[in-house]
C-alpha cells in the first residue's frame, strides 16, 4: 500500500515533472515497486490481502523532485510499526548524484533521468 496523505502537493508536482520528461511509466513502475513491497506470497511480510507492508510517502527535504518514504509492516492486531526509511531520489541525465541536492550515489551506470529507490 503507498499512502500519499502527507505529499499531495509535492506528488502534484514530481508527477507533472515526470509528465513533461516522457517519464511517466517508470516513475509510476517506482511508486509500484514500493507500493507491493515485501508484500508477496513468498516475501517477508506476505498477507492475503496485500496489506502486510505500508509504504508512506513524505517531500524530500532537500531535493524539490524527491520523496522520503517510511516503509511499515503491519503487525497482528492491525498497527504498523516502522521498518525501515529510504528514499526515492530523482536524478537529472548526467547526474552521478554524488553532489548537490541528492548526495545519494547511483547504484547503476544508467545516467539517464529518473527515480531511484535509496535505502
Same mark, same amino acid.
Given at each position: 500500500?503507498?499512502?500519499?496523505?502527507?505529499?499531495?502537493?509535492?506528488?502534484?508536482?514530481?508527477?507533472?515533472?515526470?509528465?513533461?520528461?516522457?517519464?511517466?511509466?517508470?516513475?509510476?513502475?517506482?511508486?509500484?515497486?514500493?507500493?507491493?513491497?515485501?508484500?508477496?506470497? =513468498?516475501?517477508?511480510?506476505? +498477507?492475503?490481502?496485500? *496489506? $502486510?507492508?505500508?509504504?508512506?510517502?513524505? #517531500?524530500?527535504? &532537500?531535493?524539490?523532485?524527491?520523496?522520503?518514504?517510511?516503509?511499515?509492516?503491519?503487525?497482528?492486531?492491525?498497527?504498523?510499526?516502522?521498518?525501515?526509511?529510504? =528514499?526515492?531520489?530523482?536524478? +537529472?541525465?548526467?547526474? *552521478? $548524484?554524488?553532489?548537490?541536492?541528492?548526495? #545519494?550515489?547511483? &547504484?547503476?551506470?544508467?545516467?539517464?533521468?529518473?527515480?531511484?529507490?535509496?535505502?
Amino acid at each position: 500500500m503507498l499512502d500519499i496523505s502527507q505529499c499531495e502537493t509535492h506528488m502534484a508536482k514530481v508527477t507533472a515533472l515526470a509528465a513533461h520528461l516522457g517519464l511517466t511509466a517508470q516513475l509510476q513502475s517506482r511508486f509500484d515497486y514500493l507500493a507491493s513491497y515485501a508484500n508477496g506470497p =513468498g516475501c517477508l511480510h506476505p +498477507s492475503p490481502d496485500g *496489506t $502486510g507492508t505500508r509504504c508512506r510517502l513524505f #517531500s524530500d527535504a &532537500v531535493d524539490p523532485y524527491s520523496f522520503e518514504f517510511l516503509m511499515e509492516t503491519k503487525q497482528p492486531n492491525g498497527t504498523h510499526d516502522c521498518w525501515f526509511r529510504g =528514499g526515492l531520489i530523482f536524478h +537529472s541525465a548526467g547526474d *552521478t $548524484g554524488a553532489g548537490a541536492p541528492t548526495y #545519494s550515489v547511483r &547504484v547503476t551506470d544508467d545516467l539517464r533521468a529518473g527515480w531511484s529507490v535509496h535505502t
